[in-house]
């Protein structure tokens, strides 16, 4: 796909004449798989992907453990996949990747997310990226913040270049980046593990990632969960909320920005969402995005996005009172203590404490049945 990198920014208003499309369904356990079908239709993905190409599909693991709306879920996988496979698409053309964070793994975050068993039924493979070769790839378009922070070269999956990828994010809010889905599920595959350090400047970042998804991919497409929605500190210690929608797209930006005014946040007051919009880079302002399928327009979650102990912690090194200390602390061989830190937070004590506790509520419901099955 060609890269324009000389084009003028579009004004708001320039960018208010283009218009976008998603697609958004009601659903239950009992038809969530045809309904992800259904999205998927709506939004037109047989026009976007293509059968005689590879497709990527990006799934998204926040939290090795299961915990309700925080990682792809196991029938988002199923529904999609299922849909692909009546229509056509070949198994050996579908490729599930995740990656690994410093506090995550992705072969166990597949076991414990039910990723593994549905793929398998589906005659499809898991490919950890932390399992294929990554090499730095030359960007030409004006990347805001990336080149800064890795000057050494950007660093990407080598299967990346020429698939086509489908994102398969949740509806979730993020204590670095307000909300989190399809723009931000790219975070954790086109980044290596230190993408951390990409934290400060998470919004331009964000960007960032939209422009190099413009050169590496013929073709972006998302499916988002927003069975259970995660409500919180995100996107791990959140509170789990069942709101029973599907959406599905071609422009990230334009389903992001439904699923935060769902959440109930204006989507052009967060910045990478304002930024990308002004960028051309997707539609970001609901007036000029078209909903298809059920009608959500008076929907309002009321969510809120709080920090979590972690992440408050991590803002305070790099922007806040203890900044002075951000280099020695977040990037030299003392940073160790920060995954230690996390692990024992999330794991030895939110998850066995105030996790379980509302995952026991979850599985009372019937997508907690659901998940049982699976």
């Known amino acids: 796909m060609p890269v324009v990198t000389d084009a003028p920014t579009p004004s708001i208003e320039q960018a208010r004449r283009r218009t976008a ?37 990006k799934l998204n693991l926040s939290w090795t453990k299961y915990f309700p709306a925080c990682s792809s879920q196991p029938w988002q996988v199923d529904g999609v996949v299922t849909r692909m496979l009546g229509d056509g698409f070949e198994r050996r053309r579908l490729i599930p990747v995740e990656n690994k964070t410093v506090v995550t793994s992705p072969r166990e975050g597949c076991r414990n997310n ?20 990554w090499r730095v790839y030359p960007f030409k378009s004006p990347l805001l913040k990336l080149n800064d922070i890795f000057p050494g070269g950007i660093h990407i999956p080598s299967i990346y270049p020429g698939r086509q990828i489908l994102h398969l994010p949740t509806v979730k809010t993020h204590g670095h980046a307000v909300m989190t889905g399809s723009v931000k599920n790219s975070f954790g595959g086109l980044l290596r593990e230190v993408r951390h350090y990409a934290h400060k400047y998470m ?21 988002m ?5 995660g409500d919180g500190a995100g996107p791990r210690t959140m509170v789990p909320r069942e709101k029973n929608l599907l959406l599905a797209a071609a422009d990230s930006v334009a389903v992001d920005a439904i699923a935060a005014r769902l959440m109930g946040f204006d989507p ?21 995005i078209e909903l298809l399928g059920d009608d959500v327009t008076r929907e309002n979650f009321g969510f809120q996005t709080r920090r979590s102990l972690v ?9 806040g009172f203890l900044r002075p200390l951000e280099r020695l602390l977040l990037h030299s061989p003392l940073m160790v203590w920060a995954p230690f830190a996390s692990n024992v937070y999330h794991d030895l004590f939110w998850y066995p404490t105030i996790g379980r506790s509302r995952i026991r509520s979850f599985m009372r419901t019937e997508w907690g049945q659901l998940f049982r099955k699976y």
């Not at 593994?116 to 070769?133: D, H, K, Y």
């Not at 408050?312 to 090194?317: L, R, S």
Request: aromatic content about 8%.
């Open 311 to 319: 992440i408050w912690g991590d803002q305070m090194i790099r922007k």
């Open 203 to 223: 919004h331009e970042v964000l960007v960032d990632l939209l422009y190099m998804q413009r050169e590496l991919h013929p073709a972006v497409f998302t499916v």
């Open 114 to 133: 039910r990723w593994e068993s549905v793929l398998a039924r589906n005659g499809l493979t898991f490919t950890p990226l932390t399992e294929v070769e």
């Open 225 to 229: 969960d927003g069975t259970i929605a």
């Open 21 to 57: 499309r998603v697609a958004v369904v009601r659903t239950r356990p009992e038809t969530v798989i045809e309904d992800y079908g259904r999205v998927m239709d709506l939004a037109g993905y047989g026009d976007v992907l293509s059968r005689d190409r590879d497709t990527l599909l």
């Open 268 to 288: 052009l007051s967060i910045p990478f969402l304002r930024m990308a919009h002004e960028r051309g880079l997707g539609i970001a302002d609901p007036r000029d």
